[in-house]
């Protein structure tokens, strides 16, 4: 769904674009770095869409919601493919819902905060999830930690609220300076005694030239590389609950490297968990 983006729409079709970035439509894969096929260690399927409807948001979250409360009911770990950021709301309600109070932690990469109160007098947009999941004790604010933030939005009025509900977070000025290594250890350290784990991507956190299909584009941000290690390690350490990758926009991607991306962040996440499954250690050998 996009009916609740404030820029350029297109992420309606995001799913079937990520769908299609696969090599070869296989449903196999090697990961080189951590020497494991998440397909031989899991069982992975693709549940389908959620039956949304175009032109009415609220109809369409609630058919999110009972798809993510679904595939919960099974006893998966739901990876939901967007679609516009709107959707962490009904997506991270359902898996947190799971699990006890304050015991799941949501780490958002983004290029922007998404904690307004409203976007253009409405409440629900996809610049508002994250403050209406603190809001409503949903996720607890020193559980939600966001990286990447750049550009001019929010503003300090939102931060002031963030500070007040315990939410951190690093600018990707941050992430520049010291490293995405280094910040991926201080966010460990936050999420230290979570229980739990969810990864909320939004893929304008890369630069525009690593990720130009996207409804709202900002110059300076995170290198695929650096992206697709943050989600290894934290996926790696620390397993996962959940996860959204949102905001590809295949009507302004070129040559599908936009769609390539989030495909090869929802694999870094497959082969992460797999290996947590595993039990933390030495990489396997290389063949």
């Known amino acids: 769904m996009d009916d609740l983006v404030t820029y350029r729409p297109g992420t309606r079709f995001g799913p079937r674009e ?10 196999e894969m090697y990961n080189l ?7 031989n260690e899991l069982r992975i399927i693709d549940h389908g869409d959620a039956a949304v409807k175009p032109g ?30 709107s959707i962490a709301f009904p997506d991270i309600s359902s898996v947190a819902s799971r699990y006890e109070p304050g015991t799941v932690a949501v780490v958002q990469f983004d290029t922007h905060a ?34 990447g933030l750049r550009g001019y939005w929010p503003f300090p009025e939102e931060f002031d609220w963030a500070r007040s509900k315990g939410v ?5 000025e941050e992430v520049f300076e010291r490293g995405i290594d280094a910040v991926v250890d201080d966010v460990l350290t936050e999420v230290g005694d979570a229980e739990h784990l969810f990864l909320s991507v939004d893929i304008d956190v890369l630069d525009p030239a690593y990720a130009p299909g996207t409804g709202t584009p900002e110059p ?15 996926t790696v ?4 609950v959940g996860m959204d990758l ?6 302004y991607d070129h040559a599908g490297i936009t769609a390539m991306a989030a495909h090869r962040v929802v694999c870094e996440a497959l082969s992460g968990l797999a290996l947590n499954r595993r039990g933390v250690g030495p990489k396997p050998e290389h063949p």
């Open 18 to 27: 990520i769908r299609l970035a696969s090599d070869d439509g296989q449903p």
């Open 33 to 39: 770095d951590l020497g494991i096929d998440p397909f």
């Open 56 to 85: 009415d948001a609220h109809a369409s979250h609630r058919a999110i919601r009972e798809a993510v409360d679904n595939a919960m009911d099974a006893g998966a770990v739901p990876i939901i493919l967007g679609g516009d950021h």
């Open 114 to 147: 998404d904690t307004a109160k409203e976007l253009n007098g409405l409440k629900w947009s996809h610049g508002t999830p994250f403050r209406h999941l603190v809001d409503e004790g949903i996720v607890a604010g020193e559980r939600l930690i966001q990286i």
């Open 168 to 172: 951190r977070w690093h600018l990707m």
């Open 220 to 234: 300076g941000g995170m290198t695929s590389r650096e992206l697709l290690r943050a989600v290894r390690r934290l």
């Open 237 to 240: 350490e620390r397993g996962l």
């Open 246 to 251: 949102v905001e590809v926009s295949p009507p």
